[in-house]
């Protein structure tokens, strides 16, 4: 939900008036966007101001109820419309502090009459307010709450679930107060995922690594409570940095690719700057990969083999919804197996076909499988032959002719 282009509204009534059946090109009004929300006047002119204020409507000069539809958008505001809530959550805050003035210090007889005396007029003033703010700050505070603007969100809602309650319209205050209380918690878990991702860095320069991933994790934990995604893309990059630093280069690759792609699951108008920068050390890690593929071919150690071998495949399979980075990948792996002896090769070939089994991608699986195959033949190990034999034989489809899988 957090960093939303527009409320929900907005969207709706702003695809109703560029692509429903009634589509308008150029000016409507006022009234048919009441229509859209179901009669409310003021529900209707929060949503022409966050629409106007996103560069897809124009107001007529003057004030006037007529609206110019922007296909596409003219250039945004963005802060525009944060600023119209902003005045009016400070306006909400003031009456609900005179409306709730000394009430805490009213703990004496003395003090609880006067207040009780006064009480009317304050109710009076609540309901004065409600009466004509009432709609349109609501409407406000749930645009925000979906926008995930949480530091407005909570004494906004704390103010209006006041004065609310005062003025006996108890349903609206416990919508307000709900609003607030979820606000406050993401807000909580946000703060709390950016110190555990400071801790994580602190470890992580000490080469606690073990400490360091722990806290990272809680980060990224932390940050899917919040449900905010800059905070997700920012938690998966603190721990991919984490895990690049500790030599884990393949879960830094899959952290890095995670943080990217919830990056670019953003509005495009809203792609965070560190984009490019997670891009930059995704790429990083996986040249490294590279790296390490290319000098086994010289220094054929089997420790070494084997930690490359799991890394390898393991960035492959991360990778798998990524068509350049599997290629980069695949292509490392190939390079890789024409470097080191045949038996070593036809491990390295199978244990990634296993994966690409496993990660559902079966035609590359039957390939894989058919090299190693080839492999064990030609390293005279019959027996593996005849077990991958059977992984291919178990992949083959009805229609497909005997001794071929694919």
């Known amino acids: 939900m957090a960093g939303r282009a527009l409320s929900s509204m907005s969207t709706l009534v702003l695809r109703e008036l560029t692509a429903g059946p009634r589509a308008v090109l150029g000016w409507t009004s006022l009234h048919r966007v009441e229509g859209l929300v179901g009669g409310d006047t003021e529900v209707a002119r929060v949503v022409v101001a966050e629409l106007e204020a996103a560069g897809h409507v124009t107001r007529q000069p003057g004030g006037g109820e007529r609206l110019y539809v922007h296909v596409p ?41 006067a207040f009780g005396r006064a009480m009317p007029a304050r109710r009076q003033d609540a309901e004065e307010w409600v009466g004509g703010q009432g709609l349109r700050a609501l409407t406000m505070l749930t645009v925000a709450w979906e926008r995930g603007w949480y530091d407005l969100v909570w004494p906004f809602s704390a103010a209006l679930g006041g004065l609310f309650r005062v003025a006996d319209h108890h349903d609206h205050a416990r919508e307000a107060v709900r609003m607030g209380i979820d606000a406050v918690y993401r807000l909580h878990r946000t703060h709390l995922s950016s110190l555990r991702m400071l801790e994580a860095r602190l470890l992580s320069d000490r080469d606690q690594h073990e400490d360091a991933e722990r806290a990272a994790t809680a980060a990224l934990l932390c940050a899917l409570q919040a449900a905010d995604s800059d905070t997700v893309m920012t938690a998966y ?35 965070p ?32 083999h084997a930690r490359l071998v799991d890394a390898l495949t393991e960035a492959l399979g991360y990778a798998q919804q990524a068509d350049p980075t599997r290629t980069r990948l695949a292509r490392a792996v190939g390079a890789l197996q024409e470097m080191i002896p045949q038996r070593e090769a036809a491990d390295l070939v199978l244990l990634v076909g296993k994966h690409a089994e496993q990660t ?34 178990s992949l083959t489809r009805p229609e497909d002719p005997p001794g071929r899988a694919e």
């Open 73 to 113: 958008p003219v250039e945004p505001n963005p802060d525009r419309f944060k600023t119209l809530v902003e005045s009016l959550m400070r306006e909400a805050v003031e009456v609900d502090h005179r409306v709730h003035a000394d009430i805490d210090l009213a703990t004496d007889e003395v003090g609880l009459v």
């Open 360 to 393: 559902g991608r079966i035609a590359e699986a039957r390939e894989y499988y058919r090299r190693a195959m080839a492999r064990y033949d030609a390293a005279d190990l019959p027996q593996q032959a005849e077990e991958v034999r059977t992984l291919l034989t």
């Open 273 to 304: 700057p560190s984009e490019a920068v997670l891009a930059a050390r995704f790429d990083a890690v996986l040249t490294r990969l590279e790296r390490a593929a290319t000098l086994l071919g010289a220094q054929a150690d089997p420790v070494d």
């Open 237 to 271: 990059g603190a721990r991919g940095q984490v895990r690049e630093h500790a030599g884990r280069l393949a879960d830094a690759a899959n952290d890095f690719d995670r943080a990217l792609t919830t990056a670019r699951s953003h509005n495009a108008a809203q792609r």
